[in-house]
Structure formats: C-alpha cells, structure tokens
C-alpha cells in the first residue's frame, strides 16, 4: 500500500513531458549515419534514460568511427536544435497534470540529464515552457543520472525536502536515481522499456492522467 505524500512533483522530461524518443534518434541517425542499419527499437530501449554523450560514446566506439565523441556531440546539438524548432506535441496529460498540481498549491519541477539549451528548445516546442518552478539540467551538477544528483538540486532549490517529492520517470536509470535522492518515484509505461523493468516504482502509470493526485500534499510555503 502507497503511504507516500508529497508537496512537489519533480519531472523527467524526454519520454515523460514528451513522447521525444522518436526525435532523438532521428537526431541520431543523421549524427551517426552508419546506425541507421540498426533495429530503431533495441536502440531506444539500450540507450532510454541515459545521458545523450554517454549514448555517443558507446556507439562511436562500436562503429569505430572516426573523429571525438565531442565532434559528434556538436552535430548533435546542431541537429536537436534544428528539429525543435518545429512545433512537438507534448504528452497526453501533461499540460493537464501540471494545472492540477499547481491547483493543489503543490510545486512542479523539472530534473533532466538533458542541457539546458535542448530542455528549453523542447519545453518551447511542445509549449511547455513557463510552468516551472525550477528546471534542472545536467549543465548544473557534476553527475547524471543514475547519480542523484539532478534530483538532489532540484529539491533544494524549490525548498523541500526529498521525502517530500515525488519523481515521474520513464527509465530504471532515473527511478534509481530518485530513489538515490531520497524521493518517491513514479514510473510511467511508454512502450520503448518493459514495464516490468519499473519494478522499482511505487507505481506503475499507463498515462499521466492516472497520477495519484490524492497523495498530493500544499506546500508549506506555496506561493
């Protein structure tokens, strides 16, 4: 039984807010043309969750490919940020969950191990920006996730305390780091992992419209 409460919800953002898995291997593809051979769907489920240099990394060293892992990181950003320039639907039930959180004089958060520049170009494409209290991105800490630290700042900085939150993630990597924080974490089902791989969530949700907003609790301090 679920005895959780929390006064701030703190957000995942790739595979969460947005359904952007699709678009980061695009971004991929056109990095690394010689992925392109690869099966799209064990891609996204090896790599979901991990920092995006880590992803570059790992397949440059697969491919040996030519040139710094830096160099493709640089295509990369060019390329991420070429593509959110388009409009990007954000997921059913987060615009909605946001509003209901914040109706509940609850804080919102967002902890990525994203940079700075792709969460702001993403939240801008999908109309997301604006709606949180603090953001945190992997330009602000000195580990990514499975690390806690992302979720450690972004406690912090809103005033709370970890027991008090609670983390949506799409990924093993992002619930261990939650729990590493010391917060509660949710998971959210999005087809690309195994929902038995979110074991370690409390809950399991097949949308963000199935949020426990019951276990929501106001902010001592909520503006």
């Not at 979720?151 to 970890?162: D, F, K």
Request: aromatic share 6%; with cysteine.
């Amino acid at each position: 039984m679920n005895t959780w409460r929390a006064r701030a919800v703190i957000f995942d953002m790739d595979g969460v807010l947005v359904d952007s898995e699709p678009v980061h291997l695009e971004v991929a593809c056109k990095t690394l043309t010689s992925i392109e051979r690869d099966d799209p769907a064990a891609l996204t489920r090896e790599f979901v969750g991990h920092p995006v240099h880590d992803m570059l990394q790992t397949l440059v060293r697969r491919y040996g490919l030519p040139g710094t892992v830096e160099s493709y990181e640089t295509r990369y950003h060019e390329h991420l940020l070429s593509r959110l320039a388009h409009p990007l639907p954000p997921r059913d039930g987060a615009v909605w969950l946001i509003e209901e959180i914040r109706r509940r004089s609850c804080r919102v958060g967002l902890a990525s191990s994203a940079k700075l520049a792709w969460i702001v170009a993403m939240l801008r494409a999908t109309g997301l920006e604006g709606r949180f209290d603090v953001i945190v991105s992997i330009d602000m800490v000195d580990r990514p996730k499975p690390a806690p630290d992302v979720y450690l700042r972004a406690a912090s900085t809103l005033g709370i305390a970890p027991a008090e939150c609670v983390a949506v993630e799409d990924s093993p990597v992002g619930i261990e780091a939650a729990h590493a924080a010391g917060l509660t974490a949710l998971g959210l089902a999005t087809g690309y992992i195994d929902s038995k791989a979110l074991v370690n969530a409390a809950q399991v949700l097949a949308s963000l419209r199935d949020f426990p907003l019951d276990h929501l609790a106001p902010a001592v301090d909520a503006r």
